[in-house]
């Protein structure tokens, strides 16, 4: 079993719709979680970091932390053709310094 | 506004020769940074971790002489690729942890051709 599940998708939305993208992990020791968008040729950009369990919300998106599950989630409200990108699910434990790691990647296709 | 930068963006290069890609912390000082290596289509899978002062990192699999890397300071890291073949074409991304909680900031990646 890998450390962090994502399904990849692809993921196809109608302009306005909302979007739920999940992740599930195995490694308790996970204490910081965070949603990163790529864009195709770019570097990941950080859309939301949470620590603790419950939901984090920054405008149109949700950040949701269950970790007796070991789930996340993000939602995208009010989803626009602009938000056509592929979301990671990221993750790492409570030790500084130490590397993320990355689900597989989401690919959401938001059509107008 | 951008915390890490790249340079170069993307570089074409023959097989044989060696390149050389920095990663800048802009404004804050990282005594780590990561090096991530990505696919066409797949997720960044972690190259090696960057410390100031000391060796890098490496993970399983990586070739240490074939992928150097120097922390030359508290905000520049760089990833050699010596020797590059077709097989080491990819998109080279690198990250560097700012803040008390650590929160990643990722460059805008180096894409590598290799002829």
């Known amino acids: 079993q890998k450390e962090v599940e994502q399904d990849p998708g692809p993921l196809s939305v109608p302009e306005g719709a909302i979007v739920s993208l999940n992740c599930t992990y195995s490694n308790s020791a996970f204490q910081y979680f965070m949603w990163y968008r790529q864009y195709s040729r770019k570097g990941p950009e950080l859309l939301m970091y949470?620590?603790?369990?419950g939901n984090k919300e920054d405008g149109r998106f949700t950040a949701q932390v269950d970790k007796s599950s070991k789930y996340i989630s993000l939602f995208i409200r009010d989803s626009q053709p602009s938000d056509s990108a592929t979301y990671l699910c990221?993750?790492?434990?409570?030790?500084?310094?130490?590397?993320?790691?990355f689900g597989k990647g989401t690919t959401l296709s938001v059509s107008s | 506004g951008a915390v890490v930068s790249q340079h170069p963006s993307w570089v074409i290069c023959k097989s044989g020769t060696s390149v050389k890609i920095e990663c800048r912390s802009l404004?804050?000082?990282?005594?780590?940074m990561f090096w991530y290596r990505q696919f066409p289509k797949q997720s960044l899978m972690l190259m090696a971790t960057s410390n100031e002062g000391s060796k890098a990192t490496y993970e399983q699999g990586v070739e240490k002489d074939k992928f150097l890397i120097n922390h030359a300071s508290l905000t520049l890291s760089t990833l050699t690729v010596t020797s590059a073949h077709p097989e080491d074409s990819s998109f080279y991304i690198c990250?560097?942890?700012?803040?008390?909680?650590?929160?990643?900031?990722f460059g805008p990646g180096t894409r590598l051709t290799v002829l």
């Open positions: 404004d804050f000082q990282a005594t780590t």
């Open positions: 990250s560097a942890p700012k803040g008390s909680t650590d929160t990643q900031y």
């Open positions: 990221a993750m790492r434990s409570n030790q500084a310094g130490t590397a993320l790691i």
């Open positions: 949470t620590y603790s369990s």
